[in-house]
């Protein structure tokens, strides 16, 4: 059975601050992975997906990386922003299509 | 571009009243999946759909049942509520189960049901 775990599950930081976010998942057999950001009491916004083919994927200021054979994966934003004050859910998509979350990293940053 | 819906956006229903949530996926994807989310805690699958036929079952009761339509949208059926069916719902919709793997889930902003 997958199991997915996010730490810190807390993170506060000073805006303009680089952080990485990290989520560790238990099986290899892995088809994507999927970051989401989560506001409070709000829906699941997709961040970023990698595919188990490809090492890392960017979007503006974030960059995801996965590494299936130490089933790892982290979340690098840059130059972090009041607005990116959220919760962060690392998903993974195995062989049953479903998506199996970690519990999340609740981030603040503070102006 | 057109996001997934969900309606209605809130409901509040009594103990072992019944519950009908409704999912209305982005157009030409045929693949709907729903999940819940407690408060605290992570998104839990309970059920997903391809093109009209159940494809995975997650943990959810024996009292909630769902349906995927012909026009692909899709119902989650909820009965004999508990207070502890008090949760986000949120659908979530993809293109193309078992043509692609990479089907990224995209989700609908959620139904916000309290059971008093």
């Known amino acids: 059975k997958q199991e997915v775990t996010q730490i810190p599950a807390a993170l506060s930081v000073p805006e303009g601050e680089n952080l990485v976010l990290n989520c560790s998942f238990t099986?290899?057999?892995?088809?994507?992975l999927q970051w989401f950001r989560q506001d409070p009491g709000k829906g699941l916004t997709s961040l970023l997906l990698?595919?188990?083919?490809?090492r890392e994927q960017t979007s503006g200021r974030l960059n995801a990386s996965l590494d299936k054979s130490s089933g790892r994966s982290t979340l690098y934003i840059a130059a972090s922003q009041p607005g990116d004050s959220a919760t962060y859910l690392c998903?993974?998509?195995?062989?049953?299509?479903?998506?199996?979350f970690g519990k999340g990293t609740k981030l603040t940053v503070n102006p | 571009a057109a996001g997934v819906i969900q309606s209605p956006r809130h409901l509040i229903k009594e103990k072992r009243e019944t519950a009908t949530l409704k999912c209305y996926p982005i157009p030409r994807h045929d693949t709907v999946y729903w999940y819940q989310q407690g408060p605290g805690q992570d998104p839990q699958f309970l059920i997903s759909f391809y093109e009209k036929m159940q494809s995975d079952k997650g943990s959810i009761p024996d009292r909630f049942s769902a349906q995927q339509f012909s026009d692909y949208h899709s119902e989650l059926n909820m009965s004999s509520l508990e207070l502890g069916d008090s949760a986000l719902y949120f659908c979530?919709?993809?293109?193309?189960?078992?043509?692609?793997?990479?089907?990224?889930?995209?989700f609908g902003p959620g139904t916000r049901l309290t059971v008093l």
């Open positions: 979530a919709s993809s293109l193309g189960l078992g043509l692609a793997v990479y089907n990224e889930q995209f």
């Open positions: 998903a993974i998509q195995g062989g049953s299509e479903k998506l199996v």
């Open positions: 099986d290899s057999a892995i088809y994507n």
């Open positions: 990698i595919q188990s083919s490809q």
